[in-house]
């Protein structure tokens, strides 16, 4: 088996790299990654640059790895600036690094994906050993996997790598038939506060439409990609996705692009931009150009759950953090991250304090998970 390693996905192509994607990831495919590449959501003026690793055997693609080179940590939603602080007042430098991760996109998922007929395990501790011996070769001071399936977790530890442990905030359909059959596993106070918040969203002359990406026309799209930028205007952000990112992925991705749009008296005053596949429901992007009491909620979650609800998925994943999700039906759920730290002196004092943080985290996921709304 050979490693190498490419600066653009489409040196690897539609049909290699989909057929190593495990369950249809829609961030993992080809479409989504080749997307951000195409229309300048990643490059060097984002410091993402792409740096995919590709295993071969026999001249035939084996297992693949989405990678990019970094140069800040804008993007990842885990968390390592003070990580890079340290390094600066240390007089060493902690950028440039690896991380394996979906730009933007805090969502689990597959980062080692390998074909089944090869030996597994064999080929992933071949991707740690080749992407730690590249980070040296280059002097990169560390790789970070973000957000991988907790399957993996074990061999990244294998190799050296830390075990990070955060908490998002999921829903899981537990059969329910309707909303109305949702609400009635709540508590009684929890179910009345989510009834009113909707109701009050219909009293303001608040209606909504729900398209797939195929559904929308050309001329909407400059119209969802304002909502998109309002919010990281609104909070000094950066809007990463492009307009013409959206429409291509509105073409090549539509059936599982979900846009809902708020409108008063004709007009257009919000939207949200869901994804969704097979099983899952995810929120990802918010925004808003007037302001009505609990609109956020209505648009963000409740659309989302009756739409999961109708549509049979299992799974709402609406976003990273958030704790007032919780008295909405959302749960705390644990996702990973691992971490190579190349300096051993750094290394150690970071093990440490990973260590000390796993055991806060599950002291924070076991206090949220006693606030559940659920009836006992």
């Known amino acids: 088996m050979k490693i190498r390693y490419l600066r653009q996905i489409e040196d690897i192509g539609e ?56 140069y800040n940590s804008y993007g990842e939603l885990v968390f390592d600036m003070s990580w890079a602080d ?60 973000l957000f991988p399936e907790e399957s993996d977790i074990s ?7 830390y075990p990070r442990i955060a908490c998002q905030f999921h829903w899981q359909n537990q059969g329910y038939e309707s909303f109305d059959h949702f609400l009635s596993f709540l508590s009684s106070r929890k ?54 990112f959206f429409k291509q992925i509105g073409k090549t991705m539509g059936e599982h692009l979900l846009v809902t749009l708020a409108l008063h008296k004709g007009k257009y005053v919000a939207g949200a931009i869901c994804y969704r596949d097979k099983t899952h429901l995810y929120g990802r992007h918010w925004g808003s150009f007037e302001d009505f009491h609990s609109l956020h909620f209505e648009a963000c979650y409740y659309q989302g759950l009756e739409y999961a609800i109708n ?17 909405r039906g959302f749960l705390p759920t644990k996702t990973w991250s691992a971490h190579w730290i190349k300096d051993e002196d750094f290394s150690q004092v970071i093990g440490q304090f990973v260590s000390q943080e796993r055991e806060y985290m599950r002291q924070y996921i076991d206090e949220m998970s006693a606030q559940s709304p659920y009836k006992k």
């Open 15 to 70: 049909e290699a790299w989909n057929a190593l994607v495990k369950n249809d990831s829609i961030f993992l495919s080809y479409e989504f990654l080749s997307a951000l590449e195409a229309h300048g959501c990643v490059g060097e003026q984002q410091g993402w640059l792409p740096y995919h690793q590709v295993v071969e055997k026999d001249n035939e693609v084996v297992a693949v790895m989405p990678l990019y080179l970094k």
């Open 191 to 244: 179910r009345k506060n989510i009834r009113r918040e909707r109701s009050r969203v219909v009293e303001q002359g608040v209606e909504f439409q729900v398209l797939s990406g195929h559904q929308i026309e050309d001329d909407l799209w400059p119209v969802i990609y304002q909502l998109y930028r309002k919010t990281f205007e609104e909070k000094g952000g950066y809007a990463t996705f492009t307009l013409e």
């Open 86 to 145: 340290a390094y600066q007042r240390a007089g060493r430098q902690y950028y440039p690094k690896f991380v394996s991760a979906i730009p933007y996109t805090p969502v689990t998922g597959a980062r080692l994906c390998v074909a089944e007929n090869v030996n597994q395990q064999q080929v992933k501790e071949l991707m740690m050993e080749g992407l730690i011996g590249t980070a040296k070769e280059m002097s990169l001071s560390s790789i970070h996997c």
């Open 311 to 327: 549509q049979g998925l299992q799974y709402f994943d609406p976003g990273a953090q958030g704790e007032h999700k919780i008295q």
């Open 155 to 161: 061999i990244f530890k294998s190799q050296g790598y």
